[in-house]
């Protein structure tokens, strides 16, 4: 009897120290459980964050596609070309430098196919008409300043008439009122200088009514290409320079000295 007390004193002990020991675990198990809970839950939270700028990221990258190829659809169904425009008003007869105009893009339309197309096409030549500004240059409102053509020389010429209306580039008839065809070989004067009522140097009188004289215009040079802008010497004279043939030219400078020149658009 003794010895069975003695053998149940003995278990005693340890089934406490056993099922201290079980509680023990538990509460580390529990403790760890919710230890690798927490660690989930935040890092499940960091990964729903991630997903998240993920797919915004996505969704921002899609709708910068969509408009990407939207705009290239709409440049492709409207086709585009360079023009040039004048950015200021350039006078009449004044050459356009690069200052004036500007590249631009506009849509492809048949009512441009003469306008021009780059500035190096523009920029030098001399304005045909006043160009306003944010005008479309055409081909037909400025054209190259002229080159003499070979075969020919280029002098200044005094003119009596307005040349106000002239723009290089220009090809006029010069005349003469006061010289015949035979005095611009002789360079003698016409009686149209002298008093009425003197002879011709053929000897032939003067037989209108008034014994005045005809003063007809008798060409000197049919075609004179006018090569830059008429100006005003110190006298005041309006001088032009225009090419022509060397023999209208000599012709053309025998006559200035005894008589008035007029240019006649052609």
């Not at 005008?135 to 010429?157: F, K, W």
């Not at 010497?233 to 030219?249: K, L, Y």
Request: charge should be neutral.
């Amino acid at each position: 009897m003794m010895t069975f007390f003695h053998s149940l004193m003995d278990r005693r002990p340890h089934s406490s120290l056993r099922t201290s020991t079980a509680s023990e675990g538990r509460t580390a198990r529990t403790t760890r459980l919710q230890r690798d809970r927490h660690g989930s839950t935040a890092a499940s939270l960091e990964a729903r964050r991630s997903n998240a700028r993920l797919h915004r990221f996505l969704a921002a990258l899609c709708a910068g596609l969509t408009v990407f190829a939207t705009l290239q659809c709409v440049r492709a169904a409207i086709a585009t070309q360079p023009i040039v425009v004048a950015v200021r008003n350039v006078a009449k007869g004044t050459a356009i430098t690069r200052e004036d105009v500007e590249l631009r893009e506009a849509p492809s339309d048949g009512s441009l196919s003469n306008a021009f197309h780059t500035l190096d096409d523009a920029v030098g030549l001399i304005a045909q008409v006043g160009i306003g500004a944010h005008d479309v240059l055409m081909s037909g409102m400025a054209r190259a300043s002229p080159v003499v053509p070979q075969g020919h020389t280029s002098i200044e010429v005094r003119l009596a008439s307005v040349a106000g209306g002239l723009i290089p580039g220009d090809k006029v008839t010069l005349s003469s009122a006061t010289m015949t065809d035979a005095e611009m070989q002789s360079g003698t004067p016409n009686v149209a200088d002298m008093p009425n009522g003197t002879e011709t140097p053929s000897g032939m009188a003067n037989d209108m009514p008034d014994g005045g004289v005809d003063a007809q215009l008798h060409t000197i040079c049919a075609e004179a290409l006018l090569t830059g802008k008429p100006a005003k010497d110190a006298q005041g004279n309006t001088i032009a320079v225009f090419a022509m043939p060397p023999n209208e030219a000599a012709v053309v400078l025998r006559v200035q000295e005894y008589s008035a020149v007029i240019a006649t658009i052609n």
